[in-house]
């Protein structure tokens, strides 16, 4: 079984960076991908970024797209969310996830393991 635990939220204002990890304990499966997805209040999940097993295929959301950037040490089991030029409209829990194959995952529902969430809070 794989658990996910997620680190690295807090409060900024616009502008400001932050970097979420993702340590998963448990080996993750070779080729399993990892995403990042976002939940504020009063809306629906939804998709952050994806990682695949070896880091070289990544993908974004168009409203993170240039600013974040996802990333995977599988030596560490653990994965990354750089986040800079946050906005107030970042503002959410950010959840990491993992799926058990490879492929690009764009749904919750793609992925079989989750974190708790950290919080993510951009003031203006």
């Known amino acids: 079984q794989v658990q996910l635990i997620e680190s690295g939220g807090g409060a900024v204002q616009t502008g400001g960076s932050l970097r979420l990890s993702c340590a998963a304990s448990?080996?993750?499966?070779?080729?399993?991908?990892m995403g990042w997805f976002r939940q504020a209040p009063g809306k629906d999940r939804e998709f952050v970024s994806y990682?695949?097993?070896?880091?070289?295929?990544?993908y974004y959301a168009d409203s993170v797209k240039g600013r974040f950037t996802i990333s995977r040490d599988n030596l560490k089991n653990t994965g990354y969310l750089e986040m800079n030029n946050l906005k107030p409209e970042d503002t959410a829990i950010y959840y990491c996830?993992?799926?058990?194959?490879?492929?690009?995952?764009?749904?919750?529902?793609?992925?079989?393991?989750w974190g708790q969430g950290t919080q993510v809070t951009v003031s203006s």
């Open positions: 990682v695949n097993w070896k880091g070289d295929i990544t």
């Open positions: 996830a993992a799926r058990a194959v490879g492929g690009l995952g764009l749904r919750g529902v793609e992925y079989q393991y």
């Open positions: 448990g080996r993750l499966f070779s080729g399993s991908g």
